[in-house]
């Protein structure tokens, strides 16, 4: 079992950004990352993706992000940034890492993963929502024949041309 001061469960944005606090305390700490890839849950959205605020106002602690020729960046502006972040750091992050279980211990949490065991005397979870993502239940879904999807499945807008959408 590996022990350490702290895991944090997850690499995406607020992940990082509690990596990079950590990283000044001298505690020993892990983010553990289900994902192949740097950039959080920015690589599964749609490829015209941009964020909703200027990068000035999108930047994790101690880097600003870089400005986007629009103001507004990219998907991919974002996940260059998210992972040059990571890299600048050299933040901990073990990848990929799905992790099974979180439980306490007499001593310590411990957790369960697919890298093996870990023990730890706090945890953070920053798993973000696109891994889990909630469908409402509202009347009348079961018997509806058109297709449903949640805006993390969304990938563009081709397969609804010439559909009506809500």
């Known amino acids: 079992m590996r022990r350490v001061d702290v895991v944090v469960i997850g690499a995406g944005q607020a992940a990082l950004a509690v990596g990079y606090y950590l990283r000044r305390t001298g505690l020993t700490y892990v983010l ?31 880097w600003l992000m870089p400005p986007a020729a629009d103001g507004y960046p990219t998907r991919d502006e974002a996940i260059d940034y998210l992972t040059r972040y990571e890299h600048r750091y050299q933040l901990p992050v ?27 005397r706090a945890v953070v979870s920053a798993t973000g929502t696109a891994a889990a993502p909630h469908v409402p239940a509202f009347p009348g879904r079961e018997s509806f024949a058109g297709r449903q999807i949640h805006s993390v499945d969304y990938r563009g807008p081709g397969p609804f041309a010439g559909r009506r959408v809500l």
């Open 94 to 120: 073990r990848r990929p890492v799905h992790v099974d279980a979180v439980r306490r211990s007499a001593r310590a949490i411990e957790l369960d993963s697919d890298a093996g065991a870990f023990a730890a």
């Open 32 to 62: 553990l990352d289900a994902s192949w890839s740097p950039g959080g849950a920015w690589p599964r959205t749609w490829s015209s993706l941009r964020l909703f605020s200027p990068a000035e106002a999108s930047s994790l602690p101690g």
